[in-house]
């Protein structure tokens, strides 16, 4: 059963950079599309980014177009999300899921494995 842990949150300040991995276990990470979504407190989770199952292909919320980025590395079965120019409405709970649809996938019932999330906070 695959199984996914994010790590890399934490407290920064607003124009900083981070970078979250999600690690992925007990499955093969070519065989999923992967996504990130990041919720707020109060609000819904959202869509963050995606990448495909079997290109790397890759797909944006308008958000996070040209201050995320989305990539694989598929020898270390580890998905990131870079994030950079932070700002405080960044701030959220980010979680990593796995879909084995082959799609870009904006949907969070399309995946069909979560994560735990990692914190990020950015302050003004």
């Known amino acids: 059963q695959v199984q996914l842990v994010e790590s890399g949150g934490g407290l920064v300040q607003a124009g900083d950079s981070l970078r979250l991995s999600c690690a992925v276990s007990?499955?093969?990470?070519?065989?999923?599309?992967m996504g990130w979504f990041r919720q707020a407190p109060g609000k819904e989770r959202e869509f963050a980014s995606a990448?495909?199952?079997?290109?790397?292909?890759?797909y944006y919320a308008d958000p996070m177009k040209g201050r995320f980025t989305i990539s694989r590395d598929n020898f270390r079965n580890t998905v990131y999300l870079q994030m950079k120019n932070l700002k405080p409405e960044d701030t959220a709970v980010y979680y990593c899921a796995a879909t084995s649809n082959y799609g870009l996938e904006s949907r969070s019932d399309k995946y069909h494995t979560w994560g735990q999330g990692t914190q990020v906070t950015v302050s003004s």
């Open positions: 007990g499955g093969t990470i070519s065989n999923y599309g």
């Open positions: 990448i495909g199952r079997s290109t790397s292909s890759t």
